[in-house]
């Protein structure tokens, strides 16, 4: 029966596991409670190909417990209340069960709140993995009761060095050329099955057992996409994104978006970054952009990929072409710096609670908006006049520009300096 290389290579120890050193090394803190053979519930969450799965089923052997293995893909809360059932009847007879939960973040709130009670009584051992940031992905219930261990990238000499160890459990060892080894490397960003998977097509389509040259790669492997995205690429192409469409420039921002998800990036990662720009560069100018970039994020939690990605382009083209205004980011940084330089904040009297009025000294009365024509009146709200808003005239920022001048007069002429001066 047929078996992928990377299960065929698979190390059987926790010694033989290369990479996550700030998790597996001596002394760190995964190590520690695999070589105790004591832990608790846990959520493995990081990018594919970095060893998830592999050290929960260590972690399962070195206690000897029943290893059993759903995806949330596929299960639903019968398959856990299944599982469970079982794990009490194998605990009657002192053997403990390792519920390995892939995709755990594919559970609905409801579903996810099913898993609680056999954490808390102790039923089995949850191992849940994710390549989804759980502080976003899951119930605060449920990640308060988990021990959370982030998996990274593996690095190119690691790749490597998990290639050289395929090749000598195969007894294929030296077939590949440094260079054919390389570019191997170099296709897989950082996960390792996606490696070893690319080292079993190569290997099958030059079976006479001649070192492998990488031209033999590059005709292997064909036009299948291995984009290379490691951890300063992620950064990198994040950043030409965010430049895109703060640029206003749609074609650029969907080819940055395309080659992010090509690379299987994180689309709440793009979501949240969009949301960040849509408050920073788009602002005053189209308030709706702040809704378009959190309805996208929204929507894309609930629909998932690959169809998220309409979701994300029509966010992209949305905020590219929408006007562009930073006045709210001028603003806070403005007020902050101000209140930096002039640390003895003294409220106002008439603005206080109503409870300190009584012991004021001040004649100066609360003006109750409502109580005027259009709902305003000019009074005093802060104890200096100063201007940190400074509205441009973009968009829809330009009648608030009109409604300000209106309001306040003189607060707000025509023209202003850098740093908002007269």
Request: glycine share 6%; aromatic share 8%.
């Amino acid at each position: 029966m047929y078996e992928p290389i990377y299960r065929v290579v698979r190390p059987s120890d926790i010694e033989e596991v290369v990479g996550q050193s700030h998790l597996l090394a001596p002394g760190a803190p995964l190590r520690v409670l695999i070589e105790r053979g004591e832990f608790p519930s846990m959520l493995f969450y990081g990018p594919p190909g970095t060893g998830k799965t592999l050290v929960a089923e260590i972690m399962a052997h070195r206690i000897k417990a029943n290893f059993v293995k759903l995806s949330a893909v596929k299960a639903g809360t019968q398959d856990v209340r299944k599982v469970a059932q079982e794990a009490e009847e194998l605990k009657k007879w002192g053997k403990d069960t390792v519920l390995f939960l892939d995709e755990i973040h594919r559970f609905n709130r409801a579903q996810q709140d099913v898993l609680l009670p056999y954490i808390e009584e102790g039923t089995l051992v949850l191992v849940g993995a994710s390549t989804e940031n759980p502080i976003f992905a899951l119930n605060k219930a449920l990640v308060s009761r988990l021990m959370v261990f982030e998996f990274k990238p593996l690095s190119e000499e690691e790749l490597k060095e998990i290639l050289l160890r395929a090749l000598k459990k195969l007894g294929k060892e030296g077939l590949l050329s440094d260079d054919a080894l390389s570019l191997i490397v170099s296709r897989a960003g950082g996960d390792a099955r996606k490696a070893l998977s690319m080292l079993e097509l190569v290997l099958k389509a030059n079976p006479e057992g001649e070192t492998i040259t990488d031209a033999q790669v590059q005709r292997a492997l064909g036009e299948t996409t291995y984009l290379r995205y490691n951890r300063d690429e992620h950064y990198n192409v994040i950043s030409a994104f965010i430049k895109s469409v703060r640029g206003s420039d749609p074609d650029a921002a969907l080819y940055w978006l395309a080659v992010m998800l090509e690379a299987g990036e994180d689309p709440l990662y793009i979501t949240r970054r969009l949301m960040i720009l849509a408050a920073e560069d788009i602002g005053m100018a189209d308030p709706a952009a702040i809704m378009v970039a959190t309805s996208a994020h929204d929507a894309v939690s609930q629909v998932g990929m690959p169809e998220g990605e309409l979701i994300l382009a029509f966010a992209t083209v949305y905020l590219a072409t929408a006007p562009k205004s930073n006045s709210c980011y001028l603003a806070i940084r403005r007020a902050r710096e101000w209140v930096k330089r002039h640390p003895n904040v003294k409220v106002p009297e008439h603005l206080m609670d109503s409870h300190a009025w009584e012991k004021r000294s001040s004649k100066e009365r609360y003006l109750y908006p409502h109580d005027y024509p259009e709902g305003f009146v000019r009074q005093r709200y802060m104890p200096w006049e100063e201007v940190f808003y400074i509205p441009k005239e973009l968009g829809r920022e330009a009648k608030v520009a009109e409604k300000l001048k209106k309001l306040w007069g003189e607060r707000y002429p025509e023209k202003r300096d850098a740093e908002g001066k007269r």
